[in-house]
């Protein structure tokens, strides 16, 4: 949104445009963000140890097992054998690996060609302060936006998962504990978001507060090993083997909440299981079946 002030306005007036500019956007609900999820194309964020029913789901958003598919190993290290065979044992024929820690290197030509025809892109766990450092800003990031724009899939685990929400969860260079760290800014292809991973495994689940009570604005989303949600638009559906937990100031539950004696609301989180759909935009789960 933008004002237009003529010169003749005092000072004053000036400042409380400009506030009102601010506070419009960094408002969750401000009309100029209805949109979460990003306009084309699908994600597929796992919260770690992915299986194979998620990444078959991912080579068919993909177009295929002949879609050209680029594989980011960077926030472990340069070793992408395990993602690569992984993908090759489902049949995937046209696999590049790309790694780099320098972004002077992720800013040439040469070194992302193989994203310009790419129809999925894999992002590998590890640190994601390290996919910060290599590909924030670089021709990467951009590259990695027209292969949604194209309607291609981004996917990827455990760092792989985080680096796709706009805030960064464990994001400090000195350990994975620190949730509010010296990177704080994902790659956003979902916007108000913040994502963690391994978390019922690693009893991460009550880990998220760090982050709401900072930034209550943003949406929480907590995944298990072996669980993803698969993003449309402004709608995911879970699937996998286990849980995501929800983080938006309210509380769900297949049997109702009437006779539920519940937290404050700054403590409430539900979990959603595999099947389950979500509404982002509207921060609601999308009822099934009446429910």
């Known amino acids: ?26 408002t ?14 699908s994600l597929v964020i796992c919260g770690g140890g992915t299986t194979t029913p998620i990444l078959q789901r991912f080579l068919e958003l993909a177009g295929g097992k002949d879609a050209p598919l680029v594989i980011i190993p960077t926030a472990l290290g340069a070793d992408a054998s395990f993602a690569t065979r992984l993908f090759k044992d489902l049949g995937a024929t046209d696999i590049t690996v790309l790694h780099t820690t320098d972004p002077k290197v992720a800013n040439t030509d040469d070194f992302v060609e193989p994203l310009k025809s790419a129809k999925a892109l894999w992002w590998g766990g590890g640190r994601q302060w390290r996919l910060v450092d290599a590909y924030q800003g670089t021709k990467v990031e951009k590259l990695a ?19 796709q929400g706009s805030y960064l969860s464990r994001g400090d260079t000195k350990n994975n504990q620190i949730m509010t760290g010296d990177h704080e800014v994902g790659f956003g292809y979902l916007k108000n978001t913040a994502i963690d991973q391994h978390q019922l495994a690693r009893n991460r689940h009550f880990d998220m507060y760090a982050i709401k009570k900072k930034h209550p604005e943003l949406l929480g989303i907590g995944l298990d090993e072996r669980t993803a949600i698969i993003v449309q ?25 009437r006779l539920k004696v519940l937290p404050e609301k700054e403590a409430l989180f539900y979990f959603l299981r595999p099947g389950d759909r979500y509404d982002l ?11």
């Open 1 to 26: 949104m933008l004002f237009r002030t003529p010169f003749s306005v005092k000072p004053l007036a000036l400042g409380l445009v400009c506030l009102l500019q601010l506070t419009l956007r960094n």
């Open 28 to 41: 969750p609900h401000a009309a100029e963000l209805p949109s979460v999820g990003p306009k084309k194309g």
């Open 145 to 163: 936006w027209e292969i949604l724009e194209r309607g291609g899939v981004i996917g990827g685990d455990s760092a792989g998962a985080t680096i």
């Open 233 to 257: 638009g402004d709608r995911f559906s879970v699937m996998g083997k286990g849980y995501v937990s929800i983080y938006d100031g309210t509380f769900w539950s297949r049997e109702g909440t």
């Open 281 to 291: 935009k509207n921060r609601r789960v999308i009822p099934i079946n009446g429910r």
